[in-house]
T-cell receptor, first 115, second 115 residues
Framework: EAQVTQNPRYLITVTGKKLTVTCSQNMNHEYMSWYRQDPGLGLRQIYYSMNVEVTDKGDVPEGYKVSRKEKRNFPLILESPSPNQTSLYFC??????????????FGQGTRLTVV | AQSVTQPDIHITVSEGASLELRCNYSYGATPYLFWYVQSPGQGLQLLLKYFSGDTLVQGIKGFEAEFKRSQSSFNLRKPSVHWSDAAEYFCAVGPPYSSASKIIFGSGTRLSIRP
C-alpha cells in the first residue's frame, strides 16, 4: 500500500527545544515537500526536495531545516522552536518526470504546539 | 504571480442540496488542477484532477469539477451533499511540466452540512 508516514502525529514542546518530525514514503518518489497549514492561510510550502541531497526553500523556510540523505526519508528539523511555529504540518510526495507529474500524496499530519 | 483563490471561507448547505465550491487561479500557462479534501484530523485526499482533455472531470465520492480556461476557474460541484461531506476543501494548481513540481494551494473552503 502506498504510504506517506509522519511521526509523531501530535507533539507539545517548549520554546527552544530542538525537535525533528520524520517523514517516510514507500512510493519511490523523487519529490518530497513539507507544508504547514494555518487557519485562513491554506497550505504553505516550507521546504522541498527534488531528489537525494537536493533541497530548496519554499515560501516560509525561516526557522526550519531539512535533509534528504535517503530517497524515502525527508525529516523536518526545528532547531529552536518558537510559539509562531505552532501549526499543523504535512509531508507530501510526488513522482516527477513524464506522466508521473501527477498529484501529491500526503501524510496524516503532525500537530505541533510550542509553548 | 502564481496563486489560487478560494473566495468562500465557509459554506453551509443542507443535506441533499447541491454544492458548488469556487476556485480561481493565476498562472503563466494552463496548469494541472486539483481538488483535495481534508476531513477533521486527517490528511489531504485527492478528489479529482485535471491535466488536459475533457474539461469536466469526475472524481471520487460523486464530485465533479469543470475547468473553464476563459475564466481561469476550476469549480467543484456535487449534485446532492451528504453529511459525511463536511470537511475542508482545497483547490490546488501544479506546473504543467516535470522540472519544478511545486503545488500551490488555495486557503481552503470549510463545508458544513445542515441536517
Amino acid at each position: 500500500e502506498a504510504q506517506v508516514t509522519q511521526n509523531p502525529r501530535y507533539l507539545i514542546t517548549v520554546t527552544g527545544k530542538k525537535l525533528t518530525v520524520t517523514c517516510s514514503q514507500n512510493m519511490n518518489h523523487e519529490y518530497m515537500s513539507w507544508y504547514r497549514q494555518d487557519p485562513g492561510l491554506g497550505l504553505r510550502q516550507i521546504y522541498y526536495s527534488m531528489n537525494v541531497e537536493v533541497t530548496d526553500k519554499g515560501d516560509v523556510p525561516e526557522g526550519y531545516k531539512v535533509s534528504r540523505k535517503e530517497k524515502r526519508n525527508f525529516p523536518l528539523i526545528l532547531e529552536s522552536p518558537s510559539p509562531n511555529q505552532t501549526s499543523l504540518y504535512f509531508c507530501a510526495t510526488k513522482g516527477i518526470g513524464g506522466d508521473r507529474n501527477t498529484e501529491a500524496f500526503f501524510g496524516q499530519g503532525t500537530r505541533l504546539t510550542v509553548v | 504571480a502564481q496563486s489560487v483563490t478560494q473566495p468562500d471561507i465557509h459554506i453551509t448547505v443542507s443535506e441533499g442540496a447541491s454544492l458548488e465550491l469556487r476556485c480561481n487561479y493565476s498562472y503563466g500557462a494552463t496548469p494541472y488542477l486539483f481538488w483535495y479534501v481534508q476531513s477533521p484530523g486527517q490528511g489531504l485526499q485527492l478528489l479529482l484532477k485535471y491535466f488536459s482533455g475533457d474539461t469536466l472531470v469526475q472524481g471520487i465520492k460523486g464530485f465533479e469539477a469543470e475547468f473553464k480556461r476563459s475564466q481561469s476557474s476550476f469549480n467543484l460541484r456535487k449534485p446532492s451533499v451528504h453529511w459525511s461531506d463536511a470537511a475542508e476543501y482545497f483547490c490546488a494548481v501544479g506546473p504543467p511540466y516535470s522540472s519544478a513540481s511545486k503545488i500551490i494551494f488555495g486557503s481552503g473552503t470549510r463545508l458544513s452540512i445542515r441536517p
